[in-house]
């Protein structure tokens, strides 16, 4: 088994396993170098289902403090192809090296980020979905036992056609942010943005990025939306460098922990620019 270098693990505060399997993050370590060198990277976001593109502001705020430029998108979640083209449209934009960071059905967009659209050198998978070609988000949450998320949801049907899925206000913080603070849930139980039904079975296209890019993963150990073996089967299967997880964290471990995340896109980050 590949271990990450004493080096590495000391600075990030980290338990992490390389190319081989997962490992718990030790809660108690200092979770950033003392010194900070900014990478030439730039960071791209995509947030998830069920919330906005605020909810990575935490660890973006500690990213740009470090000297990183960082865009969060503001994913439409209206299907694979329109999210991964709008997405797409973004990334080409952008200077590169480029790290991309997806959150839960966030990890399907930057998956089906065509290669083609930028110097792509990194993915982070921040309980993120990590889908194979002809695979749903459906398939994967649903691949092992777990998920509770199913009965939680709440639908709007649109006059243009098709649903809407909400989490329901009143189940949105056992569900979805179990370790944050009930004003803070009750926030983003507020602000979420919906998902349109159909986006949950619409099959992956060819070519997922996690097959040439180097990738990282990060999730909870309570993740009541994606159970943690789908976690670490997706882990496994994209040849990880990292797979981390966090003891007693929910689905939104980018919230409850910016700061373990934001080493773990750091590292993403300047790796990046060492292959440049």
Not at 23 to 32: G, I, L, Q, V
Request: charged share 15%; aromatic share 6%; proline share 6%.
């Amino acid at each position: 088994m590949l271990r990450a270098t004493a080096a590495v693990g000391a600075a990030a505060g980290l338990s992490v396993v390389s190319k081989a399997g997962s490992a718990r993050a030790d809660e108690h370590a200092p979770t950033s170098a003392p010194h900070h060198r900014p990478s030439a990277a730039t960071i791209v976001t995509a947030h998830g289902a069920f919330a906005e593109s605020s909810s990575w502001d935490d660890v973006v705020s500690i990213l740009q403090r470090h000297g990183h430029g960082v865009v969060s998108v503001a994913v439409p979640l209206r299907g694979v192809a329109f999210d991964a083209t709008y997405f797409s449209d973004v990334v080409r934009t952008l200077p590169g090296p480029l790290v991309l960071v997806g959150h839960s059905y966030g990890g399907v967009v930057i998956s089906s980020t065509p290669a083609a659209a930028g110097d792509i050198r990194g993915l982070v998978y921040v309980s993120g979905l990590a889908g194979d070609t002809g695979e749903t988000s459906a398939d994967l949450v649903g691949k092992y036992p777990g998920s509770t998320l199913g009965p939680t949801l709440t639908s709007v049907e649109l006059t243009t056609g098709g649903h809407d899925l909400y989490i329901d206000q009143a189940k949105y913080h056992e569900q979805f942010c179990a370790d944050l603070s009930n004003r803070k849930a009750a926030q983003m139980a507020t602000s979420q943005r919906p998902i349109l039904e159909s986006a949950f079975t619409e099959p992956f296209g060819p070519h997922p990025l996690w097959k040439s890019v180097p990738s990282r993963f990060l999730w909870g150990e309570l993740d009541r939306n994606i159970p943690r073996r789908a976690h670490q089967f997706m882990s496994r299967r994209a040849g990880a460098i990292e797979a981390i997880e966090v003891p007693g964290a929910s689905h939104v471990v980018g919230i409850s922990h910016p700061r373990l995340t934001a080493a773990l896109i750091e590292r993403a980050a300047r790796a990046a620019a060492r292959t440049r």
